[in-house]
């Protein structure tokens, strides 16, 4: 079947089998490798994207479901020549390690900043809850977020460091 949509706002056909999920038509037929495919049940945000204004994992999609429907994707945020804000933080709080869940952490986080630019550190927990990072310890991802929430101060610390500290494995203990 013939699925049509726009993505990153141009319109988009690819030709789909009934069980093909959103994230593989992406990745696999429309050659946008953005959105990961690391866990393929729902349960990492690697492979998340804006579908017709709601954020979700594009692996629980099926992409005939997605007929007609407008996609974000990370790489309709920005490039390397005009990134987008999110991305912008990113970099500058070094919240990118191996990078792999980064852009659903990108896409989850422009989403919530779009829709809810008053989030609270609370709230900006609550929305990158599924969203998994290995690398990180989160604290740097909080911080970009406090940056384009225009707030100083994520509020505590990295998911579970209450206190806001935290070993870094150097025996050093950050803020």
């Not at 009934?18 to 953005?34: A, I, K, N, P, Q």
């Not at 933080?89 to 630019?117: I, K």
Request: hydrophobic share 40%; net charge negative.
């Amino acid at each position: 079947m013939i699925v049509s949509l726009t993505v990153n706002g141009e319109p988009r056909t690819a030709e789909v089998a009934g069980f093909e999920s959103l994230l593989w038509v992406l990745r696999e037929r429309l050659d946008l490798r953005g959105a990961k495919d690391a866990c393929l049940q729902g349960e990492c945000g690697s492979c998340s994207v804006v579908l017709d204004g709601d954020l979700v994992c594009s692996c629980l999609v099926l992409a005939a479901d997605a007929e007609g429907a407008e996609v974000t994707t990370v790489e309709g945020l920005g490039d390397a020549t005009s990134p987008h804000p999110v991305q912008s933080a990113f970099v500058a709080h070094g919240a990118a390690q191996c990078g792999y869940c980064t852009p659903g952490l990108v896409v989850a986080l422009a989403h919530l900043r779009e829709n809810r630019p008053d989030a609270s550190p609370d709230d900006v927990r609550e929305a990158l809850a599924g969203n998994l990072c290995r690398c990180t310890g989160y604290g740097a991802i909080l911080r970009a977020a406090a940056e384009v929430l225009g707030r100083g101060d994520p509020g505590a610390g990295p998911v579970g460091d209450p206190d806001g500290t935290r070993s870094q494995g150097d025996g050093e203990v950050t803020p």
